[in-house]
């Protein structure tokens, strides 16, 4: 998570393991820190994980505008190699059946916040992830959560 420059005091926070604990941990930082622009990075996998929909609510019901950022290669990998790993022979490895890794079906993970009024896009090429970025930042300067859902191949 990166909150405005990563070079001044106060600016970059990581937040190692953990599963969904992102966006709340993104909304703590904008409440300890109202005046600066708070951006999350987090993949889909991880994403998913959170709750989004309270995260959301707060968000709006705290006025703690933020960004975030999914990078979606639409599988949830780290799940995907441990089956591999703890599993090399088994039921997966036969079927290839990853349970709880393909994560192709679920809907665009930025609308999940478009019932709260929030900014949202989905990139699907590199030339359309600068300005869907500054589209998102513009409006987190204007006090709404963005989420920017950048469809990536790996």
């Not at 904008?30 to 959170?50: E, H, I, Q, S, W």
């Not at 933020?66 to 599993?87: G, P, Q, T």
């Amino acid at each position: 998570m990166l909150v405005a420059v990563a070079d001044a005091p106060d600016s970059y926070y990581y937040v190692q393991g953990g599963l969904g604990q992102g966006i709340a941990v993104a909304l703590g930082v904008k409440l300890a820190a109202p005046d600066r622009p708070v951006v999350f990075t987090v993949g889909d996998g991880a994403f998913t994980y959170n709750p989004v929909i309270p995260s959301y609510d707060a968000s709006r019901a705290y006025d703690l505008p933020v960004l975030i950022v999914v990078f979606n290669n639409r599988v949830y990998k780290s799940m995907n190699l441990n089956h591999r790993r703890f599993y090399p022979e088994g039921a997966a490895a036969e079927t290839g059946e990853w349970l709880g890794t393909d994560l192709h079906r679920l809907p665009r993970l930025a609308s999940f916040a478009e019932p709260f009024g929030m900014h949202t896009e989905t990139v699907d090429t590199p030339d359309a992830l600068a300005p869907a970025l500054e589209r998102a930042l513009k409006a987190v300067t204007d006090d709404t959560t963005a989420v920017v859902d950048v469809l990536v191949t790996r």
